[in-house]
């Protein structure tokens, strides 16, 4: 597949993220120094939005019970969730953010 656009520059300023639907996925993208990543939103332990965590460096917490993620490849880094996120490739065109979800 190709690269699609989920988000302007100006849309996810450092530090913060979006939730970005692409087909039938749910992505969080996250801008960690204004390098953007591309994780799975639903948290895999209750399904909370990660979008909605707060980041800190490249590490989200989950908004319901606190787990962490690592938004630069999706892996799970403290319980209670027990399973990685999918990761996807970004790129940034000009103002637009595009992944590429395969
Ligand atoms: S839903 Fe994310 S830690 Fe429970």
């Not at 994780?39 to 965590?53: K, V």
């Amino acid at each position: 597949m190709a690269f699609v656009k989920v988000a302007t520059v100006s849309e996810v300023p450092p530090g913060k993220a979006k939730q970005a639907k692409v087909g039938n996925k749910i992505l969080a993208i996250f801008n960690v120094n204004g390098t953007f990543y591309a994780i799975d939103d639903t948290c895999p332990h209750r399904g909370a939005s990660l979008a909605e965590g707060e980041l800190e460096g490249h590490e989200v917490t989950c908004p319901w019970h606190g787990a962490v993620f690592d938004v630069t490849s999706g892996a799970h880094l403290s319980p209670p969730a027990r399973s990685d996120v999918a990761c996807y490739k970004v790129q940034v065109v000009g103002e637009e953010v595009q992944v590429d979800v395969g």
